[in-house]
């Protein structure tokens, strides 16, 4: 067992060896275990879609996580703090503070992918890529999570929670939630 040899070492890489192993492999694995917590905390308000999957995690390190809401003065912002405080706790990480990031806002652009299609599996449509900055109004048609017509029409701006609209199919006649562009 040879250790690496001190020159090799920058000034910075010293000063991270020096804390310990808090530093490099440590909080990396720290992180990625963070992440994983992360990952199965569930919206409070959507329970198919995790806080990961909608994008309100925005950085984690080993000492902080950074999330925006996404929906000032919606009611499940409190909420959703409060989950990942005890999906923290629950797994270790009590000293990981939460931090809440209002700036720049949350998009529904934040939605990934994966996000997505769990959103249409469960009977939610989600909003069109780039609608959180082309448009605030929701103009465009959303598309039935049943059947994936476009031919749809706004019945309610205010579907079963504030954060989503209700929508209904002219082609299946199926009512669903749409969640709101921002
Ligand atoms: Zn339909």
Redesign the pocket.
């Known amino acids: 067992m040879s250790a690496a040899p001190a020159s090799m070492k920058s000034a910075e890489t010293g000063a991270n060896a020096a804390r310990g192993h808090a530093g490099g492999q440590g909080e990396a694995a720290a992180v990625e275990e963070i992440m994983r917590v992360l990952a199965g905390v569930p919206d409070p308000e959507i329970p198919a879609v995790s806080v990961i999957d909608l994008g309100i995690v925005r950085d984690a390190n080993a000492t902080r996580v950074l999330i925006t809401p996404t929906y000032t003065g919606c009611p499940a912002t409190l909420a959703i703090e409060q989950a990942i405080r005890a999906a923290l706790d629950a797994n270790g990480f009590s000293a990981v503070a939460i931090e809440t990031a209002l700036s720049p806002p949350w998009s529904s652009d934040w939605i990934s992918d994966e996000g997505r299609e769990k959103l249409r599996a469960y009977g939610i449509a989600p909003p069109p890529k780039g609608a959180g900055a082309a448009s605030l109004k929701n103009a465009q048609a959303a598309e039935?999570p049943?059947?994936?017509?476009g031919n749809?029409e706004e019945i309610s701006r205010f579907g079963s929670t504030p954060c989503k609209a209700l929508w209904r199919?002219k082609?299946?006649a199926?009512p669903f939630d749409r969640f709101k562009c921002h």
């Open positions: 039935c049943r059947c994936g017509s749809t199919c082609a299946c199926e």
